[in-house]
């Protein structure tokens, strides 16, 4: 296995993304007649530097094979790559590689999850020591108000079809979870929810969620999705239960994501997918399954993707997570800043950095927000603009539609400092401008 | 700059002072319609002569950016005073147009004020927000004809 080449910032003090930039081909590209891109959507999906095309090309060019099969010189060279990318990415996150599957992406392992569950109720578990994820009338999912439909649909469905009820902690006007506004009981099994709004950029007070379901012996799902991209996270630190994370928001590869889950819970959770792979003895009359991960793996993973991710975990601990945190919070300085300075913009979520991420959310009086990103689109700039699979949470701020600009190593402050004017342009346009 | 080729004056226009905004009675048949990629709806109300077969009046309310509102507005123009046939042969050269990735040479006989959407179908994203009062309002029509009448 060759090892990564280390980005051209990484050990200094801080971090610079014009140091940064000439690893992502695709930031130096133009868009709509020649403009400059300005990339400001990495919250939906990030982009990837050379190093983690290189890994992903080098694996296929030299190791490619199915992984967990075969006994050839490919089949170990790859599954050595696949087992050595799941203990960086645990590493990554305060893990151990056990406690790591490999999914498609986060929505597949918080589907995990909830089947993981939903086949406990209906008594297709494993055995009794599958009995703790039995759901049915009576109990209770927690979720919250600002959760992304990923973290939201399937819990939903799990209490279509366990009867179980769904509840939720409601959002204040800053867009923080309100912890006082909900008790939880003796029969709330789950409480999930995001550790960074994927819209609002608030950072939740995971510490606390977690005690309050620790005390009634509710099981903890983290999405961090937002999280994991952007801050230093230690799962195991933060004392959840479960976590779920996708490849392509981390400088990864799509088609990669992680289920993270404590030792104890995966070795007594019923499969979700399942086929080649995952068993440990199969007859006809019936099947008994491999331990975790791999009982959560079946069929030939996804292995280019895989390691293309173990290139991304190292790339960015080369660069250290308390600078990409640091870099994301002096971008986001920069954007609420200049965006408060705008009349008629109104930031949706905290307009402060305390317990926050790089992403900001607004909208624009008198001004669509898809006509605002059609503006800012002419001038190079990217953003998202729409519900970003949060409905719910706009519902809640009274807004059909915000604008979302997402922040990530790369990302300038020349950049996000062009948001703003860009702003005042699309008033401009639709004749809105003060 | 291209953002004129999409936003044309008349799109502005109608955009800043919709037409058939407001939802009106008496009505034969209402069509809620929700674009699930943005959240933008609109809620559109037909009423046909008696015979069904005359576009007597259309009003909408449509919570949405300013394609999807003047589209909404210029529909109205199109349809109302039309034959049902007809309006439909206008939604069909709207589709076309509007889906048709900036190749489909609009016929101004037909479609009116409406060929100032023809930028818009160069810009796939938004191509379901100049739709969005079209297919709301064949589904409404679709209503009358079925006899399910108001319920949205």
Not at chain 1, 331 to 344: F, H, I, Q, S
Not at chain 2, 14 to 28: A, E, M, Q, V
Request: net charge negative; proline share 5%; glycine share 10%.
């Amino acid at each position: 296995m060759t090892t990564a080449q280390a980005p051209a910032g990484a050990g200094l003090a801080g971090l610079d993304p014009a140091v940064l930039r000439p690893d992502f081909a695709i930031l130096s590209r133009t868009v709509r007649d020649g403009r400059p891109l300005v990339y400001l959507d990495s919250g939906a999906t990030s982009q990837r530097p050379r190093q983690v095309l290189d890994a992903e090309r080098e694996f296929l060019e030299q190791h490619n094979s199915a992984v967990h099969r075969g006994a050839h010189q490919l089949a170990e060279e790859a599954t050595d790559a696949y087992e050595s990318a799941r203990s960086r990415i645990a590493a990554f996150v305060g893990a151990d590689p056990d406690e790591l599957v490999f999914v498609k992406n986060a929505t597949e392992g918080i589907n995990l999850v909830a089947y993981a569950m939903s086949n406990s109720s209906i008594r297709t578990g494993l055995g009794p020591e599958s009995e703790r994820f039995v759901l049915g009338p009576g109990d209770e999912i927690v979720v919250t108000e600002l959760e992304h439909h990923a973290n939201l649909v399937p819990w939903q469905e799990l209490c279509r079809r366990t009867g179980a009820t769904l509840r939720w902690y409601p959002v204040t006007d800053e867009g923080r979870i309100d912890v006082d506004a909900l008790e939880l009981s003796e029969r709330t099994k789950v409480v999930a929810f995001a550790h960074q709004s994927n819209v609002l950029g608030s950072v939740a007070p995971v510490q606390e969620l977690v005690r309050r379901a620790r005390a009634v012996g509710a099981l903890v799902l983290l999405d961090a999705c937002q999280s994991v991209p952007h801050l230093p996270v230690d799962l195991r630190a933060l004392d959840v239960d479960f976590a779920v994370f996708s490849g392509h928001k981390m400088l990864g590869p799509s088609g990669v994501g992680v289920l993270y889950g404590r030792t104890e819970l995966l070795e007594a959770m019923p499969p979700f997918l399942t086929g080649g792979s995952m068993i440990e003895l199969v007859r006809m009359e019936g099947s008994t399954y491999a331990p975790p991960p791999q009982r959560f793996e079946a069929g030939v993973p996804m292995t280019s993707q895989a390691v293309g991710l173990g290139a991304a975990v190292d790339y960015l601990t080369a660069l250290g997570m308390e600078n990409v945190h640091a870099h994301e919070m002096a971008l986001t300085k920069v954007a609420l800043d200049t965006l408060r300075e705008v009349p008629g913009v109104r930031i949706i979520g905290p307009d402060s950095l305390e317990s926050r991420g790089g992403t900001v959310a607004f909208v624009v009086d008198g001004v669509h927000a898809h006509d605002v990103g059609q503006v800012l689109d002419d001038r190079g700039i990217a953003v998202r603009v729409g519900h970003h699979c949060a409905w719910p949470l706009h519902r809640r701020f009274g807004v059909a539609a915000t604008v979302r600009a997402s922040f990530h190593v790369y990302t300038t402050v020349d950049e996000v400092a062009q948001l703003a004017d860009g702003v005042r342009a699309a008033q401009e346009f639709f004749g809105t401008g003060l | 700059m291209q953002l004129e080729q999409m936003y044309q004056e008349i799109i502005l226009d109608h955009y800043r002072s919709p037409h058939g905004s407001g939802l009106k009675d008496p009505f034969d048949a209402e069509s809620q319609q929700i674009n699930p990629t943005c959240g933008d709806e609109i809620t559109l109300r037909v009423k046909l002569d008696d015979a069904g077969e005359k576009v007597l009046d259309v009003s909408h309310e449509t919570l949405g950016c300013s394609i999807s509102q003047a589209s909404a507005s210029v529909l109205t123009d199109l349809v109302i005073g039309q034959t049902v046939e007809e309006s439909m042969t206008i939604l069909a050269a709207f589709q076309e147009m509007a889906q048709g990735r900036g190749k489909v040479e609009p016929d101004e006989e037909v479609l009116g004020d409406a060929v100032a959407f023809a930028g818009v179908a160069k810009y796939p994203a938004r191509v379901k927000c100049a739709l969005l009062g079209w297919m709301a309002f064949k589904d409404a029509v679709v209503r009358v004809q079925d006899g399910k009448g108001a319920n949205a």
